[in-house]
């Protein structure tokens, strides 16, 4: 094959041009930047000054738990005995046998392994209610669970799970029917007791130091129960109402996200047990089919097809026809 | 008594010409490359094809200082802090134009998106400007995301929570933790900015660099013959 062959092709329109033999217009780049600053600014002022922004306050164990404390007694026993969406989560947090996410053998969630290690009874209920000073029986009732038996153990959080199921909120107070549930009452409703002064807030979030801005905690505490999830329902937030791409108040929110949102919406994802990862690699492919899109045959010949090109160039076109 | 300013800005020699010995030069062959990837007339040019008459292409500018409004008002949210706009009415306010610039920069770039799709905007060696295009759209997502979570208030905490299923279900869980806020308000306000402005920058810098696409040409003559495979050359209109 000679050189010049080698530096010439067959012309394809769908990837090739002519090069522009017509007319050039003067046209002043920076003065349109300049006007269109400006008018960005007067759009964004009016819609601040008329919109302003949504500014929700951020739910508290503290509020949690004196809005609703049998749903924070009830999430707190599963915290206990293991049985939360935290505590069976898998990577990152934990390492729940065949919790992971997966699509035949393509499991990633397994490939990092656990990067936030979470106890859900240490962290989320014992370690809190060591630190709590002055409570002797709350501190016997703990080292009585920790040095029963697991099957004993076991006995008493079914127990106790059974009895919360029917608790009832008294003025704020938690009232759980009697069981035989040990001290695993006392040490749920010192927890309970405990967040409704905002004293498990600030130890959930504690991480040894003065500073901290990690939230993984309180936040995994707080949407294990069914406050949050409640409170995102009324908000029109939830999974299957377009969920996260939308916002508290009527705002547009993160519209951008529609289409990773509507995979959510549709089979075989809205109730698949590895929905998630489904929905990331749909969106991964088509985001790498977008980016390599000029070198797809067929796909990158749509617009030639379509022919909208004709309505985005028509005085072109039209002086091209009167020509 | 005179005092001395050191050497006159006016007697340091100017530039001097190319010359075979400055070859291995490293910044000289930066500034070679540069002035001839970017002649000043190609990257500030003050004339443009004919067919370029089209309200489709001024989306491509409302995006570029969108995206400025939304650095400038990101800038004071910065200096005032996380918190400022919390608990004060003058920070909501800001908080609110930072807000609306974000949905306008995003709604001109979906625009300006789809009209360059339509014109088929990568023909003519333009496809590193379309990838470029593509992904700084991505990045900007990720940037808009953590802005969402970095807000501290209900919002953040129901998408934080939410989103947290779909990034551990493809393992970037461990290294990136939407439940921690310090981790991504760094990511929104330091790192997925540098990536948005670098690759936006690279973006125009292609744009002016080959020019904007052509029309098709009429009567399906376009499938004749064969092209040149070279690059654009620089300063030649495409």
Redesign the interface.
Known sequence: MSADAK??????????????K?????????K??FV??L???V???L??VV?????????TLKTWSAVDPVDFAQTAITELDGSSGTAS?G??YNSTPDA??HMGFFE??????V??PIDTAQDFVITPLRTLPNQPLTQAAITLYQHASPAQQTAWTTAYEKAVANATDVNGRLHVPAGRYGPVGIMVGSLTNMAQTGGLDGTLLSEGQFYN????KP??F??DGSY?AD??DA?H?S?DQW??MN??GN??G????WLYTMWYQVSPMNSST?G??E??VIMMVL?VG??????IPIL?S???W?R??KL??????R??ASA | MSIDTGTPAETIPPAAPPHPSESHQWTAKVRHAAESAFPPDQL???????????W?Y?FG??T???L??VIITGCVLAIMGPSW??VSSTG??V???????V??F?FFM?IHLW?K????A???NR?LT??TG??SF?VS?GA??TG?LS?????????????K??I????A???F?V?????M?MWHIVLLPIGVLLIAGLHVLLVRRHGI??????GGD?????????PTPAG???
């Open positions: 530096k010439r092709r067959r012309f394809n329109p769908d990837r090739d041009v002519r090069p522009w017509g007319a050039y217009v003067p046209y002043d780049i920076l349109e930047a269109a600053f008018a960005v600014l759009l964004i002022l819609l601040a919109f302003s922004s949504p500014d929700e306050p951020a739910v989560y990577p990152p992971s996410q990633p969630n397994q490939w990092f392994g990067h936030q801005t990690n939230y993984t936040l995994l707080l949407a949050l409170k995102a908000q937030l999974g969920g996260m916002e508290t705002y547009p993160q519209a951008w996200l590895n998630d990862l929905v990331w985001s977008l980016i390599f899109l000029p070198f990158r749509i617009p030639r379509t909208v090109y985005i160039w028509r005085r072109h076109y002086e091209l | 500030l040019p003050d004339r443009q094809p004919a067919y370029m008459a089209s489709i001024v500018v409302l570029v200082v969108s400025a409004w706009w919390h909501h306010f908080n609110s134009l930072h807000l609306w610039s949905e306008a995003f979906v009209g799709f339509f014109m088929a990568w023909r003519g496809r379309w990838a593509v992904i991505l997502v808009a995301f969402y807000q501290q208030n209900f919002d953040s905490q129901w998408i934080s929570t939410q989103a299923d779909g551990n279900s493809t393992g869980g461990a290294v933790n439940l921690n806020f310090g981790q308000l696409v052509p029309p098709f040409a009429e376009d499938t004749a013959g064969t092209v040149d495979t070279a030649e209109p495409a």
